[in-house]
């Protein structure tokens, strides 16, 4: 099973940053990156701007529109109104699938503001031992993601002690 991680990061630029480096570790062989979605959000930017892994792979082409009904729900759902939002409504509930409720979709919308960024990964196989030292020194949130309660639990103790 995929997993879906939202981390959070106090500049706008930070999110870009780390994206490389999980790709480094990919090559590697210590996590499998199915797709990594930066979402950057300059101080004064009205809306968040995105920039999806570009793999050629068969998950980033097909993965378009589940980031774009994932990125549309978090951050431009509440900027079309309710009659929009009805509609969304019955397409979200496709998100549930992968483990992203109402819940999940308040939080990143709450923690992601102007002035800082957010990486979207989806992976599977993460030796968790080497991401940490892959993101050791660097301010990092983790904001949301689709595990259980006590597997994110585990990663955001893990990250949380060099931050």
């Known amino acids: 099973m995929a997993t879906l991680t939202v981390w959070k990061f106090d500049h706008p630029d930070t999110a870009a940053t780390v994206r490389v480096r999980v790709l480094e570790l ?3 062989g210590g996590i499998d990156v199915h797709d990594a979605v930066v ?3 300059p101080d004064g930017a009205s809306k968040p701007r995105t920039d999806q892994l570009d793999s ?3 998950w980033a082409t097909a993965g378009g ?3 774009g009904l994932l990125i549309g729900a978090i951050f431009f759902l509440p900027l079309f109104g ?3 939002g009805a509609g969304m409504g019955a397409l979200s509930g496709s998100l549930r699938d992968f483990g992203i409720d109402d819940g999940f979709i308040e939080t990143v919308r709450d923690r992601v503001t102007p002035g800082t960024s957010a ?3 989806l992976t599977s196989d ?3 031992d080497r991401v940490h030292g ?3 020194g660097v301010a990092a949130e983790l904001v949301a993601t689709n595990l259980s309660e006590a597997e994110d639990h585990l990663l955001a103790d893990l990250f949380r002690d060099d931050a």
Do not use: I, N, T
Request: no cysteine; glycine share 4%; charged share 20%.
């Open 26 to 28: 990919e090559r590697d």
């Open 39 to 41: 979402v950057s959000w």
């Open 56 to 58: 050629g792979s068969k």
């Open 65 to 67: 529109a589940f980031w």
């Open 82 to 84: 309710l009659a929009f």
């Open 119 to 121: 990486l979207f990964l």
């Open 126 to 128: 993460a030796d968790l």
């Open 134 to 136: 892959l993101l050791a």
